[in-house]
């Protein structure tokens, strides 16, 4: 059966006042790393990615099978792509920052706090819940099986089925279908993470912060 995961990210940035940063209206960010291929499919047809090409609003991102991606969205936020994986770019909110929506597959959100920037308030929705990030970097994909959110850094809110859990950092939760509740938090253990990065990142630990 084809379990597909779809999610909204609503990313909240603060705007430096006399920032000299302007980008084009459909501009989203950029692509900082990628292994093996990838594209972006827009009104316009669709385009192969690489290092430093642009990513646009409205663009639907798709990685190849044994392929990865990073991309820097604004100035802060960074998100890392598994193999397998569709993600929709949407057009930025007033003063919410992004959209996205997880078609398929997993992925490493990290909202990198520098001088000038604010904190990142997040909110996925998905057929599994309402995730409410604060500040953060998390994980999300399928993981055992189920949708799995594991918490590195910050706070996150899982609510689905009438009931919400609250992730601190080093704790996950899994949503085994949509309709169910998340199960309680828990620590999950060093190999299952080390499985979750590695699927995304195609290395077992937390990429550097830079």
Not at 142 to 147: A, E, L, N, Q, V
Not at 168 to 197: H, N, S
Request: glycine share 12%.
């Amino acid at each position: 059966m084809d379990r597909r995961f779809f999610v909204m990210l609503v990313a909240s940035v603060s705007t430096c006042a006399g920032s000299a940063v302007v980008l084009a209206a459909d501009a989203a960010g950029t692509v900082t790393a990628m292994t093996g291929k990838a594209v972006a499919i827009s009104s316009e047809g669709e385009r192969a990615l690489a290092p430093g090409a642009a990513i646009r609003n409205g663009d639907e991102i798709t990685t190849a099978a044994a392929s990865r991606l990073t991309l820097r969205l604004g100035r802060s936020t960074i998100v890392h792509l598994g193999p397998a994986t569709r993600l929709k770019v949407e057009p930025h909110l007033a003063e919410a920052g992004g959209v996205l929506e997880l078609v398929d597959g997993s992925m490493l959100y990290d909202h990198v706090r520098s001088s000038g920037s604010g904190s990142s308030n997040a909110l996925i929705r998905s057929p599994y819940g309402l995730i409410a990030v604060r500040g953060t970097r998390f994980w999300a994909g399928p993981s055992k099986g189920r949708f799995g959110i594991f918490l590195d850094h910050g706070r996150v809110d899982v609510s689905a089925s009438g009931h919400t859990v609250r992730l601190t950092p080093g704790l996950g939760t899994d949503i085994a279908w949509p309709g169910d509740a998340p199960t309680a938090p828990r620590r999950w253990p060093a190999a299952r993470v080390r499985e979750a990065l590695t699927q995304t990142t195609g290395r077992p630990r937390m990429p550097s912060r830079k």
